[in-house]
């Protein structure tokens, strides 16, 4: 840790993790893995350090929800390297998590799901299924989640995806089947008017 990170933890430690919250954490993306981890780890020495000095805990702070988003974006990191951590846990909705997750949100569970789902692939969506199932666990936001909605919405989302590049593929066909036809029309009347120059030219000999 550097060297005045540590001076402002050991001194002011509420301080320190309000930065953390507020400032740090934002501004660091979802698929930042090991970033996520680092301010994390950041956060539960403010709380070790405000501990000893008999401090009281911030609300929007909780120990046991920090450490399992340790423990997650550990597990998850080797699993799919490019999640978004954050919109998997609620970010549009408003959730952080790098504070208790008490925003209950109606669509927590499709944004989770979706968020999951747009970089599931048949190598890792049962993977990612246990890991929902880690989240039902260990956070109340996420009571709603299982497995079994994960690969529901994995299905939609896949045969979704499949058909729009199906489609995209009979366009670029299409596309390029007419634009064929054009270049063929285009040297049929060129081979046209070159044979009518030439009898032209042949009559006025």
Do not use: W
């Amino acid at each position: 840790m550097n060297k005045s990170y540590e001076t402002k933890l050991l001194e002011t430690p509420s301080e320190f993790a309000r930065l953390i919250q507020t400032r740090i954490g934002p501004a660091l993306r979802g698929t930042d893995h090991e970033g996520l981890q680092i301010v994390i780890r950041m956060l539960l020495s403010c709380i070790s350090v405000m501990k000893q000095k008999k401090f009281e805990l911030p609300q929007t702070i909780q120990e046991k929800e920090l450490k399992a988003h340790l423990e997650l974006l550990m597990r998850i990191s080797s699993v799919a390297p490019g999640l978004d951590y954050k919109r998997v846990m609620g970010s549009e909705c408003g959730n952080s998590i790098l504070s208790s997750s008490s925003n209950t949100c109606k669509e927590f569970e499709s944004f989770s799901l979706r968020a999951i789902v747009e970089i599931a692939t048949n190598r890792n969506i049962s993977n990612l299924a246990k890991e929902v199932k880690f989240m039902r666990r260990e956070f109340k936001i996420a009571q709603s989640l299982c497995p079994e909605k994960l690969f529901r919405v994995y299905v939609v989302f896949a045969i979704d995806r499949h058909v729009r590049s199906r489609i995209s593929i009979e366009n670029i066909t299409r596309i390029a089947h007419s634009r064929h036809k054009e270049i063929t029309l285009e040297k049929q009347r060129s081979n046209a008017n070159a044979m009518m120059t030439k009898t032209h030219r042949t009559q006025v000999l």
